[in-house]
């Protein structure tokens, strides 16, 4: 009767009556040595670009009987090792170089993805291949690393001593401990807490229902979302977006892709977004601040929406607290700042855009706004207050330093040339053009037209002084003028009386008159300087030049 062999193992299986006299080899051959290749064999299988499918032989050696296989090689090409249609299983430790796949299966089938350096045990049922093993019901203790290529799934405890590496999503239902580094390239999910000696290094998201503890670095390619209490001893750093349930507490600096949500942040690191940080609840910060994108924090600290940082605060975007903010360093926001509550900075305070304020602002630096100011509350300041917009305040403003507005208008002219002489009897020059500035802050004073134009609306004061005399003749005839300022809405005049018969020479031999008002302008309202003889036919007068005569203004209120 002749030999047939076993299914999956290929074992010679002789009939009765075979090999008379070389029973014992074929026994030896064909069964011992092919079974103890089965248990403990080992084999490299070199690979390179193509894929390669493992030897089978029937009572003979073998690839596909090896325990044990090692893809070796330098990779050009993704690969995959080819395996009998028969159920076996397989240590497979990857050892290939090149930046391609090496994955194992049956021929047609999706195989099993082995990572270069990793070592995964497969199981292949005859079609189908899967890594094992892939779900602990009751739990995992290793005092080692652990690798698993695909899904990790584990409804117990677990206590992992050394580095766990998972290519595929891992799930606990339970706690899992490692003292060591936990990495997985998919994502991490369950309901039971997840406690890291070292480093969390997630390429996926991560979700959990329970507590994230890592005493090490914290990287994650996507998603952190935590409905429990996150604690992290050295820092954050995450791609995308951050949603925490529960308390977020970091000893160590925090860097974000994206925005933050938490009903509670604590922050004892430097915390750095390059979007939107939305607390809910408290926030708590004892060093630097730095937020790229908007900024917007509802909740409280101490109280209902105070936002407490003991380091600088600095934003890209804008700035929202509905509560109280008390800052111990600077303050700087290159967008709009709006504080519902109180504010308190125990430095400098700048905002890039428009400052509202409800409540009270206190200040012992200096306060500088590029934009508008709104303040309903009172401000109290023991430094400078620099504002380049329009402030505009419902309350006290009290300031122990500097207080100073570079877009607050003032301006101040000159008169620069002798006039033309002004022959009397109701001769006039109107406007007078003082045609060098000495300087004008909002720029709303015209030297080529002698005219102030308003800006803004509000109440302003001017002032203006005319020198004028002749070197030529006495002004015996002319016995009086008048300079009058006029603007929109009111006119203020001074009459001016020479002696009779004086010599009124030219510069500081002449005589000057000034005259001044306060008047309510709204904007585009105009103010200009008017010289006028009233009598004195047949003589002349000159305006004189130089210092003796400006016409100046400031934005009262």
């Not at 308003?454 to 002004?475: C, K, P, Q, S």
């Not at 047949?538 to 009262?556: A, E, K, P, Q, W």
Request: charged share 5%; aromatic share 4%; with cysteine.
């Amino acid at each position: 009767m002749p030999s047939t062999y076993t299914a999956n193992l290929r074992l010679n299986k002789q009939g009765a009556g075979d090999a008379n006299g070389t029973w014992g080899t074929i026994l030896n051959d064909g069964v011992i040595s092919v079974m103890d290749d089965a248990v403990a064999g080992y084999a490299q299988i070199t690979l390179t670009s193509v894929n390669v499918t493992l030897t089978t032989s029937n009572g003979g050696g073998d690839q596909a009987r090896m325990a044990f296989l090692e893809p070796i090689g330098s990779l050009t090409a993704n690969v995959q090792m080819v395996l009998p249609s028969v159920s076996k299983g397989y240590w497979v430790r990857n050892s290939t170089t090149g930046a391609f796949a090496v994955s194992i299966g049956t021929l047609g089938a999706t195989g099993v993805n082995i990572t270069q350096g990793g070592t995964t045990y497969v199981i292949c049922n005859g079609s189908a291949t899967t890594a094992a093993p892939d779900t602990f019901p009751g739990g995992v203790a290793t005092p080692g690393a652990v690798s698993v290529g695909t899904t990790l799934t584990i409804t117990g405890a677990t206590c992992l001593a050394g580095t766990s590496n998972h290519v595929g999503a891992a799930t606990f239902a339970s706690a899992v401990s490692t003292n060591s580094t936990l990495q997985v390239t998919g994502a991490i999910g369950g309901a039971g807490a997840v406690s890291v000696g070292t480093t969390l290094d997630v390429t996926g998201a991560t979700s959990l229902n329970s507590t994230l503890a890592v005493e090490g670095a914290t990287s994650l390619a996507s998603t952190l979302a935590v409905n429990g209490l996150v604690s992290l001893a050295v820092g954050l750093n995450v791609n995308t977006n951050v949603s925490i349930g529960g308390t977020l507490t970091a000893t160590g600096n925090v860097s974000l892709g994206s925005g933050i949500t938490a009903a509670t942040a604590i922050f004892n690191g430097a915390v750095s977004l390059s979007s939107t940080l939305d607390v809910v609840g408290a926030t708590s910060l004892n060093s630097t601040l730095v937020v790229e994108g908007a900024t917007s924090l509802i909740g409280n600290l101490r109280e209902a929406g105070t936002l407490d940082v003991t380091g600088a605060v600095s934003t890209a975007g804008g700035l929202t607290v509905t509560g109280e903010t008390c800052i111990g360093g600077t303050f700087r926001s290159l967008g709009t700042a709006t504080f519902g509550g109180v504010v308190g900075v125990s430095a400098a305070l700048s905002v890039g855009s428009v400052l509202d304020v409800t409540g009270a602002v206190s200040l012992n630096s200096t306060l500088t706004v590029e934009g508008a100011t709104s303040l309903i509350g009172n401000v109290r300041m023991a430094g400078t207050l620099q504002v380049t917009g329009a402030t505009s305040l419902a309350s006290t403003l009290t300031v122990t330093g500097a207080l100073t507005n570079s877009l607050q208008p003032a301006f101040l002219a000159t008169y620069t040339s002798i006039g033309a002489n002004l022959t009397g009897a109701g001769a006039v020059i109107s406007p007078v053009v003082f045609e060098t500035e000495i300087f004008d802050q909002a720029g709303e004073y015209s030297p080529t037209t002698g005219i102030y134009t308003a800006g803004v609306a509000g109440r302003r004061h001017f002032d203006a002084i005319v020198n004028y005399g002749d070197t030529t003749a006495a002004l015996s005839v002319m016995t009086y003028g008048y300079i009058t300022l006029t603007a929109t809405s009111r006119t203020a005049l001074a009459l001016f009386n020479p002696t009779p018969g004086a010599v009124l020479g030219g510069g500081n031999n002449g005589a000057s008159q000034a005259i001044s008002m306060d008047v309510d302008m709204a904007a585009a309202d105009t103010c200009r300087v008017t010289f006028t003889i009233s009598n004195g036919v047949g003589n002349t007068v000159d305006l004189n030049s130089g210092t003796l005569s400006h016409f100046g203004g400031y934005l009262i209120a």
